[in-house]
């Protein structure tokens, strides 16, 4: 329990320091209004009738109206009521307890030793058992001043707070004014209904019914999944602040985590990819030379319908360009040294071509795919 109040008990000459502390609490589920559409929380706002703004609680002060008239209290000037800044229990007098009537009663509070030798709590705790008494107090407490009964329970000082008299009201029933005959049997059979149900009462015996049937609903729709995430429907606050820190972080965390994935993927480029670093050079085995040829090929014989043919069978393997070789030199053994035009229908004579425009490095391919295609060519210059 945490204090919340510390004054002193003034019993004649005898002042005895304590600690207040709440001595009931209050077990009812905690409940809050939302809309019925779409769970929103909702949330009432102090608005001033007169300039239409939402006023903050610091700006809010107490006010009092008479016959038309409004009288507006500061915190400062109801703070300097002399009773307010009173936290001493004055003793008033002492009374037998079955004089205090318990419509009076109101919140009571433990109080507890508030010094480092207790013996003038004690003393006064016994002048209460041994008297059999209870002590009317006086003091003040959360701007109001209140009247309070001082008693023993389990060896504890308790404080319970009393109403004054002109806050307990008359019970005035005209129905009960009414004279009815009770007869001698009925009372008789009352009394033994009573007698039947006499017992010594112990309040751990009694249950909150309402509470209890209210917590077990709760639970079961809470196991049948009949809730909102209150995160995901409504974002979480931040202590002190709202929840657009969190989604700001997460979203940073998200950014962070999808980046560092995609950096994982970009270090490992393809065989494509990786081919275009690589300096230009004769045909080897392997993808990256194929690639090459495919697009000098492509540029070179895009006019010329041959040059497909030329450009499929001198991708995909040496023996298929050897044979492309053979083939369009057969045909036109005759017209190979005489036009450039031949380069576009023969791979051999596109590479010799190509060495003189400088791009012999990106066909090279075509041009030294076999050494039958190198004797072909030089049958041909020769009959020429």
């Not at 409940?31 to 909702?42: E, F, K, S």
């Not at 019970?171 to 009573?194: K, Y």
């Amino acid at each position: 329990m945490r204090a919340i109040w510390k004054g002193a008990i003034a019993f004649g000459l005898v002042n005895v320091p304590v600690k207040v502390y709440s001595a009931t609490e209050d077990h009812d589920i905690s409940l809050h209004q939302v809309h019925n559409a779409d769970g929103g929380r909702i949330r009432y706002q102090r608005r001033c009738e007169v300039c239409s703004e939402i006023v903050d609680y610091s700006d809010i002060e107490k006010a009092y109206e008479d016959d038309g008239r409004t009288v507006i209290l500061t915190k400062e000037e109801l703070k300097s009521i002399p009773a307010e800044n009173s936290h001493e229990i004055e003793v008033v007098q002492f009374v037998p307890s079955e004089q205090l009537d318990p419509i009076m009663f109101e919140k009571s509070y433990y109080l507890e030793p508030d010094s480092k030798s207790p013996k003038a709590y004690m003393l006064l705790r016994r002048a209460l058992e041994d008297t059999e008494r209870v002590a009317v107090v006086q003091f003040a407490l959360r701007d109001k001043t209140r009247l309070g009964a001082l008693r023993i329970r389990d060896d504890v000082l308790m404080l319970q707070a009393l109403l004054w008299a002109d806050e307990v009201r008359e019970a005035s029933f005209p129905a009960l004014d009414t004279s009815i005959r009770i007869s001698a049997q009925e009372r008789e059979m009352s009394a033994a209904l009573v007698e039947s149900m006499a017992s010594d009462f112990e309040p751990e015996q009694f249950t909150d019914d309402y509470q209890a049937q209210l917590r077990q609903l709760i639970e079961a729709k809470l196991e049948k999944g009949d809730a909102l995430d209150t995160e995901e429907t409504f974002g979480a606050e931040a202590e002190g602040g709202n929840g657009e820190v969190i989604d700001l972080m997460e979203a940073l965390r998200r950014s962070l985590d999808k980046k560092r994935g995609g950096g994982a993927a970009a270090q490992e480029p393809s065989e494509d990819e990786s081919s275009g670093d690589e300096p230009s050079g004769p045909a080897k085995r392997g993808g990256r030379s194929t690639s090459r040829s495919r697009s000098s090929t492509a540029k070179k014989d895009a006019e010329d319908s041959d040059a497909e043919t030329a450009k499929s069978g001198t991708a995909r393997t040496r023996s298929k360009a050897a044979g492309a070789a053979k083939t369009s030199t057969a045909s036109k053994t005759g017209t190979t040294a005489k036009t450039s035009t031949a380069s576009k229908t023969s791979t051999a004579s596109t590479a010799s071509t190509a060495s003189k425009t400088g791009t012999g490095s990106k066909t090279g391919a075509a041009s030294k795919t076999s050494p039958a295609a190198k004797s072909t060519a030089k049958t041909a210059r020769k009959g020429a």
